[in-house]
């Protein structure tokens, strides 16, 4: 599955998560899905994407969300 980070320019505001929610993670080829988290780790390869003016962190892989932590851990796919 591919994801894309970006800052959340928006944190703290309603629907956006707490201040504290500083990455914003969406997930699928063409950024279907939203997620807001506090921290992410990146176990595979990525790069650099420009989706209109914003700025993105690209890669692939699964994605595990622990919500105790309210971290974004993306892990290569089994193959």
Request: net charge positive; with cysteine; proline share 1%.
């Amino acid at each position: 599955m591919k994801y894309l980070i970006r800052y959340n320019k928006s944190r703290g505001q309603a629907g956006r998560g707490t201040m504290d929610h500083v990455w914003r993670v969406f997930e699928g080829e063409k950024a279907e899905k939203e997620y807001l988290f506090k921290h992410f780790v990146l176990n595979v390869p990525s790069s650099s994407e420009r989706t209109g003016e914003d700025w993105n962190i690209s890669c692939r892989g699964v994605l595990t969300i622990d919500k105790a932590t309210s971290t974004a851990t993306i892990n290569k796919a089994a193959e």
